[in-house]
C-alpha cells in the first residue's frame, strides 16, 4: 500500500471530485509508480468515501488514462506559455517549446512515462492520442510561424518532427539518469538551443 500521507474526508465541492482524485492520483503516481497504489489510495489521499471515483472512473486503468490525458493537456499549456516568452516564430520560441517537455519529464517523470505508454491504456489508447496531437500541435504551429507557413502543411510536419524527436529522446535519457553518467557536461538548454538550430531547414527571413 502506499505510503503517501493519507488525509481525512472532507466534504468536496459539487464538481470537484474528478478533479481532487487527479491531482490524489497523480501525486500517488510520482511518489509510488502506476503499480504502487490502489483506488482506495488515491480516494484516502482525495478525502473522499471509497466509492466516489466509481462516479468518474471505472476502475483504476481509467483513472490512470485520464491522469495521461491530464498530463498532455497541461504539458500543451505549459510548452504555450513558454513560447510566448520570446518573440513568436523563431528559434528561441521553438527551443522554450522543447525546454519545456523536458522540464516537464523531469518534474513529472512517472506522468511522462504514463503518457506515452501503450501498455497501460489497452483499449482507449486513441483517446489518449488525440490529446497527444493537440498537445504537438503547439510545435506544429510555432514551427509554421518559423516557416511562414499559412497552415500546417507537410513542410511543417517534416520539419517538426525530428524537433520533437530530438526532446523526447532528451527527456528519457535525463528521467532514466543517463546524462548523469555521461563523460562530458550537459547544458539541456544549450543542447536544445542548438539541435533547434540544426534541424531547423532555412526559412525566409528566419531569426534567431
Known amino acids: 500500500m502506499a505510503e ?9 465541492h459539487h464538481g470537484d471530485l474528478r478533479g481532487q482524485l487527479l491531482s490524489a492520483a497523480g501525486n500517488l503516481l510520482e511518489e509510488h509508480g502506476p ?21 468518474h472512473f ?36 521553438i527551443s522554450a517549446i522543447g525546454r519545456a517537455y523536458v522540464d516537464f519529464a523531469i518534474r513529472e517523470p512517472h ?10 491504456h489497452s483499449g482507449r489508447i486513441e483517446e489518449l492520442r488525440e490529446v497527444g ?12 510561424r518559423f516557416l511562414a507557413e499559412p ?3 507537410e513542410t511543417v510536419t517534416r520539419a517538426s518532427f525530428p524537433l520533437w524527436t530530438q526532446v523526447h529522446g532528451l527527456s528519457f535519457l535525463a528521467i532514466d539518469g543517463k546524462l548523469e553518467v555521461t563523460s562530458f557536461p550537459v547544458d539541456i538548454d544549450e543542447s536544445i538551443l542548438i539541435a533547434t538550430e540544426r534541424l531547423l531547414p532555412p526559412a525566409a527571413n528566419a531569426k534567431a
Open 133 to 144: 496531437r493537440a498537445s504537438y500541435g503547439v510545435l506544429l504551429r510555432e514551427v509554421a
Open 111 to 120: 506522468t511522462f512515462r504514463l503518457m506515452f505508454s501503450t501498455r497501460s
Open 35 to 55: 503499480d504502487g497504489f490502489s483506488m482506495s489510495d488515491a480516494c484516502r489521499l482525495a478525502g473522499v468515501s471509497t466509492a466516489a471515483p466509481y462516479r
Open 58 to 93: 471505472a476502475n483504476k486503468q481509467d483513472l490512470l488514462l485520464e491522469v495521461a490525458k491530464d498530463g498532455l493537456q497541461r504539458l500543451g499549456t505549459e510548452m504555450e506559455d513558454n513560447a510566448s516568452k520570446h518573440e513568436r516564430g523563431t528559434v528561441r520560441s
Open 4 to 12: 503517501t500521507k493519507i488525509k481525512k474526508k472532507r466534504a468536496y
Open 151 to 153: 497552415d500546417i502543411t
